[in-house]
Every structure is written in structure tokens, then in C-alpha cells.
């Protein structure tokens, strides 16, 4: 799977990277802020994305996250504030939120890339929400 990241804070934005990258995808670029997140997306044409909420320009990952479900792009939120997240979450799958452990995003991942990729998908692991359980 081709994997965006979205992230302002580089630290986390790294240990994802390390994340995706540990779990067999590929991970084709970050972002810290929606401009970038854009021309990032159209150059790369991402499978899935990883989106948070507030980054360098504000709390633009909103409309980021609007902007890949637009393109097709399944994505979550990844967010230190959840209820900044829309009651339809903004064509997002899901969220998991910050801080949250390696051991919760690397068994998130695993979910995310069976359902992205069609395959059948078990109940999901604990710490990520999904958009139809909030609906």
C-alpha cells in the first residue's frame, strides 16, 4: 500500500513513517501543512493517507482529509483532539488518537490495509475508531 502522512510534528511524522514502512508499505511522502498535503497527493496518487487535524497552517487537515475522499483516497484522522473531528468525519474512515501506542497503530494498520486492499476484514483493533461506529 502507498501510504501519505500528514503530520506537522516531525517526530511523529518519522515514527509513522518508520511504522508503515516496518509493516511492508510504502510510504510516498509528508506533509505538514494542506499545501503541501495537496501537491503531495496529485504527484503521488497515495492508496491510503494518515491525516491530522492541526498542522503548520492551522487546523487545515480537514480539509485535507476532504480534499483525498474527493480523489478516492481513504485516509484516517490522527489527532491529540477528536472533537475536532465532524460528525460525518469528513469522509474519513476512522481516527485513532494521539498519543497513541506502536503496538495499537501497527495492529490499526494492519485493519486499514485488509479493508483498503478488499480483503475481509476482521473487528477492529482497539484504539481506532471508525467513522460507521459514530454514525
Known sequence: MRVMIVEDEALLALELETEV??????????AASSSTAYELAEKTAPDFAFVDIQLLDGPTGIDVGKFLA???VPYIFVSGNLKRI???FAGALGAIEKPYTMN?????LDYLALRVEGGEVPS????????????
Not at 21 to 30: F, I, K, P, S, Y
Not at 104 to 108: K, P, R, S, T, Y
Not at 125 to 134: F, H, M, R, T, Y
Open 104 to 108: 495499537g497503530l501497527q495492529n490499526a
Open 124 to 135: 477492529p483493533p482497539p484504539g481506532l475508531i471508525l467513522a460507521s461506529e459514530v454514525a
Open 86 to 88: 465532524p460528525d460525518d
Open 70 to 72: 474527493s480523489k478516492n
Open 21 to 30: 514502512e516496518a509493516a511492508g508499505h510504502d510510504v510516498v511522502g509528508q
